[in-house]
Structure formats: C-alpha cells, structure tokens
C-alpha cells in the first residue's frame, strides 16, 4: 500500500471512531485531551463535535492553521511528556492522541510514557482513541466501527 492510501486510510479510521463515540462523549461532563494539535484539522472535528466540552490541546510547537487554533488558554507547548503531567488526575472524558510517526524506533519510545499518561490522565468509564496502541492494565480495548481496520487506529476505555 502506498503511503498515501496508508495516510487516508489512518485519517478515515481517525474521524470514523471519533464520530462513533461522539454520542457517549457528549453525554459526559470532564475535558478533551488532543495530544498532538499538528495543523488542527483533528481539533477543529472534535471542537465541532463537542462544542460544549473543553478542549486541550497539546503539541511541541505551534504549527496549527489560524482557523483551527485554540485560545492560550487551552494550548500547551512543550514536550507533551512533561506538559501533561500535570493532567494526570484531571479526569478528561476524552483522550486522542496522535502523535504516531511511523518510525518504529521514535514510536517505540513515546509507547514508553503514552499509556500510562492516558490511563491517568482519563477519568473512569472515560476513553481513549490513538494512532499507536495504548497497552495499560487500566485501559480495556472497545470494538472499532466496521469501517475500522484493526491495528488502523485504536479504541479504549479506562476501567
Ligand atoms: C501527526 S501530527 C497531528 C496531526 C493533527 N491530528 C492534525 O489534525 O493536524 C502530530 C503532532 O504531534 C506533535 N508531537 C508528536 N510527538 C510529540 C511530543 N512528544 N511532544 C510534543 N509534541 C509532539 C508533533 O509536533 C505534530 O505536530
């Protein structure tokens, strides 16, 4: 497959779990996690999904189009190993995560701290949907829409 279906494809399974939990999501109260603001375009689908919720969103640097840029408020610039320490705790209904960079190597290091920010990041019940799978004791994997290829995009709830 070419990297380009493999991007769309990723892209798909994105905005398809985001959608299928939508629902869930909005029915509960706590903040929205986007660990990886990038360009935006995710964060502006969850702000038009969630209009209600706060949103958080995290990244290294500053790279979001004008149009899809939170307030300063909720726009954390750094590291998101160290920025998000202090959301452990903050019990988030909702945490996305995708910083996945296809290099196996680069991945394998951020799988060294993600889950664990995840599980404690989220409250009970709550979810997470990533790019790289998120292996924790306190995160069970859901079904994924059938759109949904497994190993495309991942889906949990924090136990
Ligand atoms: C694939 S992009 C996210 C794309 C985003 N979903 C969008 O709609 O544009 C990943 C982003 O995560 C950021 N990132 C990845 N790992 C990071 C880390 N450890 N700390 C801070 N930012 C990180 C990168 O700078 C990049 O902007």
């Known amino acids: 497959m070419s990297r380009l279906d493999s991007f769309i494809r990723r892209l798909s399974a994105q905005r398809d779990v985001l959608n299928h939990i ?3 999501v ?8 986007e660990i990886g603001l990038g360009n ?17 969103a995290f990244d290294r640097a500053v790279g979001a189009h004008g149009s899809s840029l939170p307030p300063l408020e909720n726009l954390v610039i750094g590291e998101i190993r160290e920025t998000a320490q202090p959301f452990i705790g903050s019990e988030a209904v909702l945490f996305h995560a995708d910083i996945g960079t ?47 290829d497994e190993g495309r995009y991942f889906l949990y709830r924090r136990r």
């Open 40 to 56: 935006g375009r995710t964060f502006d689908h969850l702000r038009e999904l969630f209009p209600e919720h706060r949103i958080i």
């Open 102 to 148: 296809g290099y196996d190597d680069k991945d394998a290091k951020t799988l060294t701290w993600l889950p664990q920010l995840a599980a404690g990041a989220i409250a009970r019940g709550g979810l997470a949907a990533s790019g790289l799978p998120l292996e924790h004791p306190d995160l069970e994997a859901l079904p994924l829409p059938e759109t949904v």
């Open 22 to 24: 939508s629902g869930e």
């Open 26 to 33: 909005r029915e509960k109260d706590g903040a929205i996690l």
